[in-house]
């Protein structure tokens, strides 16, 4: 069964650091490159970052430089470290697969940076 649950959300100042956290089920893990996305208001969902199992990885460039995927896979678990955090990274953040796959999005975690 597909299961990714995120955590680690919250509210920040701008300039702040958050760090975002996700488990993810054996099936998935074991196998394939992870990705970060999010999701702002009234936006389309956009990937943020992605690692392939052997830690290569690759970030969009609003975020480049700022943020830092990682994962642990002796544990299943995909990190995200955001840090200089701004406004427009205001977002509900989702891991999955990459290329994401439908049937596995879970609820998300929402980041809200405040000015």
């Known amino acids: 069964q597909v299961r990714l649950v995120e955590s680690g959300g919250g509210l920040v100042q701008a300039g702040g650091s958050l760090r975002l956290s996700c488990a993810a089920s054996e099936k998935i893990f074991s196998i394939t490159t992870m990705g970060w996305y999010r999701q702002a208001p009234g936006k389309q969902r956009e990937l943020v970052a992605v690692?392939?199992?052997?830690?290569?990885?690759n970030y969009a460039d609003s975020v480049k430089g700022r943020f830092t995927i990682s994962r642990d896979n002796a544990k299943n678990m995909v990190y995200l470290q955001m840090n200089s955090l701004k406004p427009e990274d205001t977002a509900v953040y989702y891991c999955?697969?990459?290329?994401?796959?439908?049937?596995?999005w879970g609820q998300g975690t929402q980041v809200t940076v405040s000015s």
């Open positions: 999955n697969v990459y290329p994401a796959y439908s049937g596995a």
């Open positions: 690692i392939s199992r052997g830690g290569n990885t």
